[in-house]
T-cell receptor, first 113, second 114 residues
């Protein structure tokens, strides 16, 4: 698998349900960030979790990070139709040029009203 | 505070022509990054500026791509001559501190080479 690879590739749920997306990576990281992209628009930053953190919350978002398994998950609770978008995780290795982000191909989330 | 802006939002050019994309980072952000997403593939890093200096240009595909950031403010990415495989969405991002902070992305420029 590639650095920052998301799973599943596509997810379809009903409004009100929770959505969980996973991300795996291969090399050591400094930070892991989750982004959202609505169709045809730019990337919106959702949350950043540092390598020494295990869990972080922001509104209806909950992100976990397991550095021993090199994986992260993004949970969106009580989903809304407006949450329909592609979700990407991105990792950086830290230090000088290693701040560049490595993205996965993303998870396409569809929330049906 | 204004976010990262990019211009144009969409550009359609013929193969062999030249195109220049512009990125205005968030004011005061010293770090500026260019990324690209080619159809069906993941978003990939192109290069990283710290102020006006190129910190890392390891992701630049070839010498048809030239990025500049004169004065350490806005940046341009020129593709000359453009090829069909250059089509995609070009994103710019900026950060404030030592690069460990959140990267804020612009809306992207969709480039179509015919």
């Amino acid at each position: 698998s590639q650095q920052g690879e998301e799973d599943p590739q596509a997810l379809s749920i009903q409004e009100g349900e929770n959505a969980t997306m996973n991300c795996s990576y291969k090399t050591s990281i400094n930070n892991l960030q989750w982004y959202r992209q609505n169709s045809g628009r730019g990337l919106v930053h959702l949350i950043l979790i540092r390598s020494n953190e295990r869990e972080k919350h922001s509104g209806r978002l909950r992100v976990t990070l397991d550095t021993s398994k090199k994986s992260s998950s993004l949970l969106i609770t009580a989903s809304r139709a407006a949450d329909t978008a592609s979700y990407f995780c991105a990792t950086d290795g830290g230090g000088g040029s290693n701040y560049k982000l490595t993205f996965g191909k993303g998870t396409l989330l569809t929330v049906n009203p | 505070e204004a976010g990262v802006t990019q211009f144009p939002s969409h550009s359609v050019i013929e193969k062999g022509q030249t195109v220049t994309l512009r990125c205005d980072p968030i004011s005061g952000h010293d770090n500026l990054y260019w990324y690209r997403r080619v159809m069906g593939k993941e978003i990939k890093f192109l290069l990283h500026f710290v102020k006006e200096s190129k910190q890392d240009e390891s992701g630049m595909p070839n010498n048809r791509f030239l990025a500049e950031r004169t004065g350490g403010t806005y940046s341009t990415l020129k593709v000359q001559p453009a090829e069909l495989e250059d089509s995609g969405v070009y994103f710019c991002a900026s950060t404030s501190l030592g690069g460990t902070d959140t990267q804020y992305f612009g809306p992207g420029t969709r480039l179509t080479v015919l």
